[in-house]
């Protein structure tokens, strides 16, 4: 019963005096032991199949549909507990141009050396995932001050300064650009503060690249004048 209803397959059957039922005994414990090799196999399959679906196969980082579902999940424990939270989107500066000069291997290169190198600039229970081509986005939660959110978005620019050695012995020079986005003066749902990160990032990309921009929102507009 326990193997059935629980999955558990640590009970065995203790020998017996009669040698018929210790030569059954023995056929039904091997018959668990098989079974919890199984279930275990079946574990580890179901655990690495989640991995995949919700994981980027060239970085190692969640993809756009973990990152949607944990920022859905911040943003309405955020909105219970009146708390703040910021949205990084990042992009990498002429990523299309070293894809298209370099070739796709070299590309993967540098998403993957970027993805390291952004991660490393990230508190214990900050979220990075890549979005999608040269796109990721950070959440950075809890937010205590605004010049937490500027200070890591400065960090992570800072990142990539040195050019990206690749695998060849050749070095790349590239940068981000990042926009910023702040539940919940830049947007009130997910869909609108990730607009509002992405359009700083283009912002930032006008201005100069390699650069991070806080978001521009009638809403941030207000709240910065109704604070001065």
């Known amino acids: 019963h326990a193997a059935r209803r629980e999955r558990s397959f640590d009970r065995r059957v203790p020998e017996a ?12 414990n091997a018959l668990l032991d098989e079974l919890e090799v199984w279930h275990s196999h079946l574990q580890n399959e179901n655990q690495t199949l989640a991995h995949q679906a919700s994981h980027d196969s060239l970085t190692g980082l969640p993809n756009r ?6 920022l859905s999940r911040s943003v309405r424990n955020a909105e219970r507990q009146q708390d703040h939270l910021a949205l990084l989107f990042l992009d990498s500066d002429h990523f299309k141009q070293i894809n298209d000069t370099l070739g796709h291997a070299v590309g993967d290169e540098v998403l993957i050396s970027v993805a390291d190198r952004v991660r490393a600039q990230l508190r214990e229970h900050d979220l990075v995932a890549r979005l999608g081509g040269d796109e990721f986005a950070v959440l950075l939660t809890p937010l205590h001050s605004r010049q937490d ?11 990539m300064k040195l050019p990206v050695q690749l695998d060849s012995g050749r070095s790349i020079a590239t940068s981000l650009s990042v926009g910023i986005a702040y539940y919940p003066d830049d947007g009130a749902d997910p869909a609108s503060l990730l607009n509002a990160a992405d359009a700083a990032m283009y912002q930032a990309k006008r201005k100069r690249r390699g650069h991070w921009q806080v978001a521009q929102t009638e809403r941030s507009a207000s709240e910065i004048k109704n604070r001065s």
């Open 65 to 70: 549909a973990f990152f949607e579902g944990r």
């Open 17 to 28: 005096p009669i040698a018929e039922l210790n030569e059954l005994g023995n056929d039904f």
């Open 149 to 159: 959110a500027e200070h890591i978005a400065e960090k992570i620019v800072a990142s």
